[in-house]
Structure formats: structure tokens, C-alpha cells
């Protein structure tokens, strides 16, 4: 795991970028991260003693010959190293096949 949390801010400027899914070695497969957006609640959120609910989500781009199944990679990127994350393939766009990554956390208190 990376020393830093991975938050939306961080994602946010990796967008097209590569992401190696780290399966047994040396198999990798390599994702881009298509999209970085950020979720919002719809109606009145009732006030959090600890802050705004981090919700946003990543979809990234991957190979359209495999299909990663759903669960936990670990995956690597130049920039942050390596992480976990839990990976949803959602479906043909083109060539590609799409993944989806979903988080919704309560900020740490300070």
C-alpha cells in the first residue's frame, strides 16, 4: 500500500494514464484510467461530526481479448506504487473492457 490514501484528488490527475493489474508473475495486465468522478449525494446529507463523505468513482480501460473477474488486484503505478482495489468489469466499450472502482468513506478525524 501506497504511504498516502488514495483519494479523489490523487486520481484525479492520472486520468489516461497506465495501471498494471499485477495477476501471478509475470502476468500483467495493463488498464487506463479512463475516468475519475466524483459522486454526489442526492437530497439532504445530515451533518458528519468529521466532514464530507469521500464517494467518487474510477473507470478504467482495459484489453478487449480478457476479462478480469470481480474482486481485489493489486496494482501498480509510476507515480503512486503499488495498492489493492477491488475491480467490477462492467462491459464492452469498443475494443476495451471496462472497470469500474467505487469509494465512499468518512474522512479520517483530525
Known amino acids: 500500500m501506497p504511504d498516502r ?16 493489474v499485477l495477476l501471478d508473475e509475470p502476468n500483467r495486465v495493463e488498464l487506463e484510467l479512463a475516468e475519475v468522478l466524483e459522486l454526489r ?3 439532504p446529507q445530515p451533518a458528519s461530526p468529521v466532514g464530507k463523505v ?3 468513482s ?17 496494482l501498480e503505478h509510476e507515480q503512486i ?9 462492467l462491459g464492452r466499450a469498443g475494443d476495451a473492457v471496462q ?4 469509494f465512499n468513506r468518512l474522512p479520517k478525524p483530525a
Open 5 to 20: 490514501e488514495l483519494t479523489y484528488d490523487l486520481f484525479a490527475g492520472l486520468e489516461k494514464t497506465k495501471f498494471a
Open 41 to 43: 449525494q442526492r437530497g
Open 54 to 56: 469521500d464517494s467518487f
Open 58 to 74: 474510477l473507470t478504467f480501460h482495459g484489453p478487449g481479448d480478457r476479462v478480469l473477474a470481480q474482486r481485489t488486484y493489486a
Open 81 to 89: 506504487g503499488r495498492f489493492e482495489l477491488f475491480l467490477v468489469p
Open 99 to 102: 472497470y469500474q472502482a467505487i
